[in-house]
């Protein structure tokens, strides 16, 4: 067996090894985050941001941003017509605030891209943050090809091509990480249209998602539509 003091000499003999492949690991190693500065930089950075950041649980800080997100954007504002709201309407002058905080928290929730670009651009009409926002997405994944999309389909929408921005949107509704966000969008054209049969399809793809927050709307559509697209179809 051997001695402790047999051991004490190996380890002596091994630490400048250990540390010398330690730095070599580290001189390859690239931060995955941006940062603290920066992740913290956001106008609607919190407190907690940092402790979460701080104590690794940097993704699990990302989460809970991004839920506050969802429960501004879904929170009814005052004074706004109950229609607009139904369709993804109202100021939400924060908006773009809580999804740069998510992004800067994680940039590989690439999610915040999509679905942020999606409500500033097409619910909110806010098209130049929505560029903007989906620009800094670009930046950070350029190859994300899917955000390149976007800001073609952002363009059909600031010319009023509907037919064009129709074409963008059938092109990712059955994409399952398309956001219901947009397959509503969809729907909602086709229903302008009074093309009913196809909007009842893509609120059928919604009510297969499952989502809790499209699950009454989608099957209220598709009931409003079924008579109609009976009556109607279009060719």
Request: charged share 20%.
């Amino acid at each position: 067996m051997d001695s402790p003091r047999h051991l004490l000499l190996s380890l002596i003999i091994l630490l400048p090894c250990t540390v010398g492949l330690a730095d070599r690991a580290a001189s390859h190693f690239t931060e995955p985050f941006p940062p603290l500065a920066v992740s913290l930089s956001a106008k609607r950075a919190r407190l907690g941001d940092f402790v979460g950041i701080a104590l690794g649980f940097r993704k699990l800080t990302a989460d809970i941003a991004w839920v506050q997100t969802l429960v501004y954007y879904g929170t009814y504002e005052e004074g706004v017509d109950s229609e607009e709201l139904e369709n993804g309407g109202g100021s939400y002058p924060l908006f773009l605030a809580y999804c740069q905080r998510v992004s800067q928290i994680d940039p590989n929730f690439k999610y915040v891209y999509y679905y942020g670009g999606s409500v500033l651009g097409w619910n909110l009409n806010r098209l130049d943050e929505a560029e903007a926002f989906i620009k800094e997405g670009i930046l950070m994944h350029p190859k994300e090809w899917k955000l390149q999309q976007f800001l073609a389909g952002l363009a059909f929408q600031k010319k009023h091509n509907i037919n064009s921005l129709i074409i963008f949107l059938e092109g990712f509704v059955e994409d399952k990480e398309c956001p219901n966000l947009l397959r509503s969008i969809l729907a909602n054209l086709y229903k302008k249209q009074k093309r009913y049969q196809e909007a009842i399809r893509v609120w059928t793809i919604v009510y297969s998602t499952q989502d809790p927050s499209y699950l009454t709307r989608a099957i209220s559509q598709i009931q409003e539509m079924a008579p109609m697209a009976h009556s109607n179809p279009h060719k």
